[in-house]
């Protein structure tokens, strides 16, 4: 009984707290659009790379991972930048569209790692 | 070879096929030779895949490239070290590792009880061996590691960060931790097979749930570990979908380890530990999907295969069949005694449980919510590091405080008088430690003073424990106070080596709240001959220097370190570019004050042409203790683990007196 009534609270809880706040959309570039809310934006970067993450910000473009459509999106992206950031990497950031750029929040990339698992692929060198 | 390699598989699932077919069938109808050859058939399948694995092995010490996995993963000037963690390092390898770890735990856990606890274990075999067909069939006809190919001149090579010693044994801890798992539930399905649910499964088991426990502990340290040193963003975990998946069954576990220490002595809470150890072990099935199926968003991201729909399926079959069954069991689950009060050991071990696997399952709710908002919604909405952080002060905190309190509250019906004077001076420790503290300034983190407080509360509480328990053997009659120390721990292992890992969480708790509520960061781009200043460091960039080593450039910048007046010599941070896999790798700095624990920390985060570099530097105190604690987990682990025959025979006769409940 008292295992049921705390595990009650604690789903009202949690939907609660998800549904409040703290939780981003994740899209992908060509689901961005001109949506300017807040969102957690995964694709591939595309080229150039350009200017300085601890100056006035590094520029590069984010495709669609999958599905191949061309839509790019326009980074902005200020803070750390992981090692393995570079043209042909699947990353991730949180940010929201400004005037047509996506300002990305400082220091929230990351990059998926050609991990463990991962034999080498053509990507890798791209 | 391969040939032999694959061959043993088949083995292995023949073997396993036949203990799961014969067993059950032996299991029902009483046939007792019948069920020995189903045991035996499965201490066999540890043999075949044994010669599996050692096909594996010595393909891989041999460079055997016409093995497409050996090609795959390793390279002919990998250091024979990291050649053998290929092992583990592909996906068809680690299953491979797991299979050959659930047999040998399969073996052992038949071998050492089928004895003492017949009835119960003829039931266990055909579960085990249903877990061992899943993952057999998987290396037969899924993911084969003896797959075979034109042997190219060299192998494709290993991920530079993998090439690091952590890989030694942090995967195969966290092995060990989830294939370990299996032994309790294997064992409490089979109670409910059986129907005999008396305490005998729990005194089968304690020792395999306590090791798998005692190596996913250890085995996600080292992970942090290894992140924080060498993966170098100046942290130690990052709430990823990931490290959640080891997280999760180790805390169901930990729950499990306590909520049964309440069955073993009241016969209470038998249908909630049923349930957590098949919530531990699906747990760690889901942990191997989530890592399988790229369902997740993860820095640790890893080929997408078709394993993941499998284990999938196997996670719902095995939870569906688990719950039916105690369903069908719920009439015989009934404990034999109520709860009498809520301030009791046993009230204070139920909130541990609750609290514990509230924290689970929130964490649990945040691995899946963006699944299922992608399912409802059509959006995936990621829950970030606050939502975690969060519920990890809400839950985490009263969970310390309770470490402290449990074990010294009196079985059955304790009174308020008495809890007073039990802690009457681990609440002054903590009190005076709070209140210090306020006044020395970490009253900034409301949170992390509390973690203090609570810290110094059980610390104070064990303490006295050990303080009293030698004080009582001396008067015994010990002849001297290390003699009674000792005496005392070695007469009641389980208990002093639970207070033992209890200290480390106590340590591991000022670690985290030290270095995640009171560290501290600075940024500056810095040419060289100039210098930064975090909190009384003042770092000097002395010079930039350049290296050729065998497979990579090193770049590293130097900065003299001084605190207030006190030279504190050189340190080097930089980075590491690899020539064959195009790579960069941070290479932080690191300095460790041995006596307060305290670390600084240097990324050089971006190094110009010119020779400026961009720092990044943060001090984290006490973060060091987060490694002792490691330490002292294990010595309470192996305490606690440490064979006694005699408390062995003790649970034993108690357990035989099915249903009685046993009291102090």
Redesign the interface.
């Known amino acids: 009984m008292i295992a049921l009534s705390v595990a009650a609270v604690l789903a009202i809880f949690l939907l609660y707290t998800s549904i409040a706040g703290g939780g981003n959309p994740s899209i992908s570039p060509s689901e961005l659009g001109s949506r300017s809310e807040k969102v957690q934006l995964a694709g591939l970067v595309t080229g150039p790379v350009r200017g300085d993450a601890h100056a006035a910000g590094l520029r590069f473009g984010l495709r669609d991972i999958e599905g191949g459509s061309p839509a790019t999106v326009k980074v902005l992206y200020t803070g750390s930048v992981p090692d393995l950031f570079k043209k042909g990497r699947h990353i991730v950031v949180d940010g929201q569209l400004r005037s047509g750029v996506f300002v990305a929040e400082p220091g929230s990339m990351i990059t998926k790692c050609p991990s463990k698992y991962a034999p080498k692929t053509s990507d890798d060198s791209a | 070879m391969p040939e032999l390699g694959r061959a043993a598989l088949v083995v292995t699932l023949g073997l396993a096929l036949y203990a799961l077919v014969a067993g059950a069938a032996a299991a029902h109808l009483g046939r007792r030779r019948l069920a020995l050859s189903a045991q035996n058939a499965l201490i066999a399948a540890f043999g075949s895949t044994l010669v599996a694995a050692v096909v594996l092995l010595t393909a891989l010490v041999r460079h055997d490239f016409s093995f497409t996995y050996v090609a795959?993963?390793t390279s002919e000037a990998l250091p024979t070290g990291y050649t053998i963690s290929a092992f583990w390092?592909?996906?068809e390898g680690?299953l491979l590792l797991w299979l050959l770890v659930l047999t040998a735990f399969g073996a052992a856990a038949i071998r050492l009880n089928r004895g003492w606890a017949k009835s119960l274990v003829v039931w266990v075999v055909p579960v085990f061996a249903a877990v061992t067909v899943f993952f057999s069939f998987l290396l037969v006809a899924v993911a084969s590691p003896f797959a075979t190919q034109v042997a190219p001149a060299d192998g494709?090579?290993m991920?530079p960060?993998?090439q690091n010693p952590y890989?030694l044994a942090h995967p195969p801890l966290l092995y060990l931790g989830y294939v370990g798992l299996t032994v309790p539930f294997a064992f409490a399905l089979g109670a409910l097979l059986s129907g005999q649910l008396d305490e005998r499964w729990l005194v089968a088991t304690r020792r395999f749930t306590l090791f798998a426990w005692a190596a996913l502990g250890i085995g996600q340290l080292l992970g942090a570990h290894w992140a924080y040193v060498e993966v170098?963003?100046g942290g130690y975990y990052a709430w990823d979908p990931v490290e959640n998946a080891a997280l999760m069954p180790w805390l169901a576990a930990t729950a499990f380890l306590h909520s049964v220490m309440i069955q073993e002595r009241r016969g209470m809470l038998r249908i909630?530990n049923v349930l957590l150890v098949i919530l531990a072990f699906s747990l760690s099935l889901f942990g191997t999907f989530l890592?399988?199926s790229g369902v997740v968003?993860?820095?640790?991201?890893?080929?997408q295969s078709s394993i993941g729909a499998w284990f999938l399926a196997f996670i719902a079959l095995s939870v569906a069949v688990s719950l039916a069954l105690v369903f069908w069991r719920l009439p015989l689950l009934r404990s034999p005694t109520k709860l009498e009060s809520p301030i009791s050991r046993e009230a204070a071990f139920?909130y541990n449980n609750?609290l514990l696997l509230?924290l689970c399952?929130?964490i649990l709710?945040g691995v899946v919510?963006?699944m299922l908002?992608e399912a409802v919604r059509g959006?995936?909405?990621?829950?970030?590091r606050?939502?975690y952080d969060?519920f990890l002060r809400i839950f985490g905190l009263p969970l310390l405080l309770l470490m402290g309190i449990g074990p010294l509250v009196a079985w059955r019906r304790a009174s308020l008088r008495a809890l007073l004077t039990t802690f009457r001076w681990p609440t002054a420790v903590a009190l005076v430690t709070g209140a210090v503290l306020l006044a020395l300034g970490a009253g900034s983190s409301v949170p992390g003073l509390v973690a203090y407080t609570f810290s110094a509360f059980v610390a104070a509480t064990i303490v006295l424990e050990f303080a009293r328990g030698t004080r009582a053997r001396k008067a015994l009659g010990a002849s001297s106070w290390p003699g009674a120390f000792t005496s005392l721990i070695a007469r009641n292992r389980r208990r002093y080596g639970g207070y033992v890992v209890h200290a480390s969480i106590v340590l591991l708790a000022v670690g985290i709240a030290g270095s995640s509520a009171f560290d501290s960061v600075a940024?500056a781009?810095l040419e060289r001959g100039q210098s930064m200043e975090i909190g009384d460091y003042t770092l000097l960039y002395r010079s930039l220097d350049e290296r050729q080593v065998s497979n990579a450039t090193e770049i590293r910048a130097t900065l003299d370190v001084t605190r207030g007046d006190r030279d504190l010599g050189a340190l080097e941070a930089g980075?590491n570019a690899y020539t064959i896999?195009?790579?960069?790798?941070?290479e932080v700095g690191i300095r460790s004050d041995r006596l307060t624990g305290e670390d600084l920390f240097v990324?050089a985060?971006?190094i110009d042409p010119d020779g400026t570099v961009?720092f990044?530097v943060f001090v984290k105190p006490l973060v060091n203790l987060i490694w002792v604690a490691g330490v002292v987990f294990l010595l309470g682990s192996v305490i606690a683990l440490w064979p006694d025959a005699r408390e062995q025979r003790r649970l034993v006769a108690r357990a035989g007196e099915v249903g009685i409940p046993a009291t102090r």
């Open positions: 795959r993963t390092g592909g996906q680690s494709a090579g991920t960060s993998l890989m170098g963003w909630w890592t399988r968003n993860s820095i640790h991201s890893f080929t139920l609750l509230a399952l929130t709710w919510y963006p908002s959006e995936a909405v990621v829950l970030g606050s939502y969060f940024e781009k980075k896999e195009q790579q960069v790798s941070n990324i985060e971006q961009y990044r």
